[in-house]
Each structure stands twice: as structure tokens, then as C-alpha cells.
């Protein structure tokens, strides 16, 4: 507990530097950076990667994604790039049929597509209007679920959610998550009014927390499902206290679509 909360303590300043006072180009190469790590994690603890080909094949590629994203390249190029990976995947496929299966061929495109794609999703988030502000919903849904969950689960908990993939989370935990990325989410939507002027939709941000604690639990639970599957504790070590990079942005992947979602349907949570 004690090395969790020293890391966590050194990455938040670290993450304000790189969205607040870095240039605009840095975040599209941290994302990329992440998402590469992120997907060698993945494929390594799946051993959905048998040959080191296949690892630089979806590597280029994952790391591609948010640069091409970035500068708003033409979709012939993305679609280019789409469909030479996947060529290249199947070939590896057709030489050496006995290793490399269907499973691993589309486990492998998946995680070197979604990972990057989902991540990307911070970034459409800052580049909206009032985006500075907006990112924040990001972090503070799964943080704010995930530590409320822990402290709900260990004082509160008694019914398991889903014993078979993740033994320690509880119903109560869950509950308690998704109540305190409310609260917070709300507060923190009190600061935009109070400090910063902006008229405030409270009903739409309780909306977008509530449903955004369920869905980040939701990614929580699918990469336990994984790690279960193929009998592994955590995907990495990289952060100390937390294990890989999924390990501790696995609530996050999927939180950043649905706030990024959310923006653009109802155009901005303020105005």
C-alpha cells in the first residue's frame, strides 16, 4: 500500500506536466509510448507472441496510431496501415500455421488496435473545448472509483461480485466506487461554477460518473478476465506497487472513450 500510494504520488505530477506544460506534439508521443508498453504486455502474458516479428509488426503499429491520429493524416493512409498489419499478421499465419493461430492472429490485432485507439481518447478529450478542464473527468472517474471501492470493499464488503475473476472485489466495493466517483466528479464540477465561471450541466456530469464508474469496472474486470484466463497476477512490473502499465490504466482505457463520447454527442459538458 505504502509504494502504491509513493508512485501514485510521483506519476500525478509527471501527468500534469505532460498535458499542462509540455508542447502539444509530446502527449500524441506519451500515448504512443504507453499504448506500445501497454500492448507488449498484453501479447507477452497471452503468449499471443511467439515470434519476434509479430511483437515489431503490432509495435510499429500501435505506436503509429496516436501519431497519425495526431496530425489528422488522410484515412486512405490509416486504412493503408490497417491493411498491411493485418496481411502481415495472416502471412505469419500461413508460414507457420501450427504456431500462430486464428486466436492469436485476431488477439493480437485487437489488443495492438483497441489499446492505442481507446488511449487516444485523452487526447480527443484535451483538444475540445474547455478540453483542459474536460481531461480531468478522465482521471478522476477511475481513480476516484478505484479508491473508493478499496476502502468501501474493506470495511463494507461481504458479497463477492465475481469470485471466479477478480476474488476481492465485492458488491458493496462497487457500490461504494461508483458514489464516490459521483461525489467527486460533482465537486469538482462545483470548482468549474464557482471558480472558474462555467455554467455547469450537474445533471449531465452525475450522468457521465455514474455510468463511467460502471464501464471502468467493467474494463477492470475484462483484463482480470484476461489474466485469469492465462493464470498470471499482474501483466507487468514497470510501476512499482501496481504492476504493468494495464495493470494500472486498465479503468482508464475504458473510461476515455465514454467521456470523449459524451463530449461530442452533447457537445460540452459546460458552456
Known amino acids: 500500500m505504502k509504494t502504491r500510494v509513493i508512485v501514485a504520488l510521483l506519476l500525478t505530477p509527471l501527468l500534469f506536466v505532460v498535458l499542462y506544460f509540455t508542447p502539444p506534439w509530446v502527449l500524441p508521443l506519451t500515448i504512443s509510448a504507453v499504448s ?26 500501435t505506436g503509429m496510431i496516436p501519431v497519425f491520429d495526431y496530425f489528422d493524416l488522410p484515412s486512405e ?35 495492438s488496435y483497441m489499446i492505442p485507439t481507446f488511449f487516444c481518447s485523452v487526447m480527443h478529450v484535451f483538444q475540445t473545448d474547455n478540453g483542459k478542464f474536460a481531461v480531468l473527468f478522465v482521471f478522476i472517474i477511475p481513480i476516484m472509483t478505484d479508491i473508493f471501492a478499496m476502502f468501501t470493499g474493506m470495511l463494507f464488503g461481504k458479497r463477492k461480485l465475481l469470485p471466479s475473476i ?35 450541466d450537474f445533471v449531465l456530469i452525475a450522468a457521465l460518473s455514474l455510468a463511467g464508474s460502471v464501464i471502468g469496472q467493467i474494463g477492470d474486470l475484462s483484463l482480470s478476465f484476461i489474466k485469469r484466463r492465462f493464470n ?14 494495464l495493470d494500472r ?20 459538458v459546460w458552456t
Open 36 to 61: 506500445m508498453l501497454a500492448v507488449h504486455e498484453l501479447l507477452g502474458v497471452t503468449n499471443f507472441v511467439l515470434k519476434l516479428r509479430i511483437m515489431m509488426y503490432s509495435l510499429v503499429f
Open 232 to 245: 498470471v497476477k499482474d501483466f507487468g512490473a514497470i510501476i512499482p506497487g501496481h504492476g504493468g502499465v
Open 166 to 200: 477478480s476474488p476481492k472485489k465485492t458488491v458493496e466495493g462497487s457500490i461504494g466506487g461508483i458514489a464516490g466517483s459521483m461525489v467527486f466528479c460533482v465537486a469538482y464540477g462545483f470548482v468549474l461554477r464557482y471558480i472558474f465561471s462555467f455554467y455547469v
Open 249 to 268: 490504466f486498465d479503468s482508464l482505457l475504458f473510461v476515455a472513450p465514454l467521456v470523449e463520447i459524451t463530449l461530442r454527442t452533447f457537445d460540452v
Open 77 to 111: 493512409l490509416n486504412l493503408l496501415c490497417v491493411f498491411l498489419f493485418i496481411i502481415l499478421l495472416f502471412i505469419e499465419g500461413l508460414a507457420d500455421p501450427e504456431n500462430v493461430t486464428f486466436e492469436i492472429v485476431g488477439g493480437t490485432f485487437i489488443a
